[in-house]
Structure formats: C-alpha cells, structure tokens
C-alpha cells in the first residue's frame, strides 16, 4: 500500500475507501452493519469488484493501520489529494450513507461529515443536499404503524 508509511501518496483506491472507513470509525464505534454496508459498497466497484478477497482485506487492513496510527482527520488528508472532484463527491456519499446507516448521527458523526464537506472539493451547498437525501432515505416512516 502507498499510503501506508509518511511521505506516500494513496492510490485512488486507497484514498476512496478511505473516506468511507473513516466515516465508520469517527465515533470509535465499527458496528457490523457499517462494515457490512461499506464492504458491499466497495466490492461492487472498480477496482475492488476485481480484487481477490486477501487483496481487499490487506487494503482495509493498511487503511485501519493508519487510521489508529493517525486518526481519521490525517487519512482524510492523505485521502483527499488522490480523489477527481467526482470521486470525491461520491465518496461523501458513501460516507454520509454509512453515517446514517444506524438512523442515528452522533455529534462524532457530525463533526466528521462537517469537516470532509469542507475538505473536498464540493459545490456550496453539495454537502448539505446529500446529507438531506440520506437523512430522508433512513427516516424510519412506519416505525409508528409497525404494530397495525
């Protein structure tokens, strides 16, 4: 892995997975549906769709290495040089997705999606819209009719 030893660069690879890994361990908390959403998230993209399972698991591997060496506040920063502008917009996706997987957002989680909307390269107001769409698309609508 490149981005795994200081003064390297991530691939793009690297550095799209890491956004989401990171929105997963903002809160110090990797439940198993985050890693079981991040994981079929990123398996049914390129590049990781053609990766071998060993492949795949020494790549988050290294990412969660440097996140414990680092914190998430440094992967993002190595992560986001490496990214286009679409990539990155996707990748908040993906992060604001896991964040709100849970239907619940904790102030960490919070303060995770308001620092990577300021460190991407997003149109204002980008940030706001997706999380808005996956604020909405997690909104539990029937909790209150479930025993109808």
Same mark, same amino acid.
């Given at each position: 892995m490149n981005g795994t030893e200081q003064g390297f660069s991530m691939t793009p690879a690297e550095a799209f997975a890491a956004i989401p890994l990171a929105a997963v361990c903002c809160d110090s908390n990797f439940s198993l549906e985050e890693a079981h959403i991040l994981k079929e998230q990123l398996i049914h993209r390129s590049p990781y769709r053609s990766m071998t399972p060993v492949?795949?698991?020494q790549l988050?591997?290294?990412l969660l290495h440097l996140l414990r060496r680092d914190h998430w506040q440094e992967l993002i920063r190595q992560a986001v040089p490496a990214l286009t502008a679409a990539q990155q917009e996707v990748a908040y996706g *993906? $992060?604001?997705q896991l964040?709100?997987?849970d239907r619940v957002v904790k102030p960490e989680e919070e303060?995770?999606?308001t620092m990577l909307g300021t460190e991407l390269s997003l149109p204002p107001g980008r940030a706001v819209q997706i999380q808005e769409v996956f604020a909405l698309l997690q909104c539990d609508v *029937? $909790?209150?009719v479930a025993g109808a």
């Open positions: 492949a795949f698991g988050i591997d290294g *993906l $992060a604001t964040v709100f997987c303060t995770f999606l *029937l $909790a209150d």
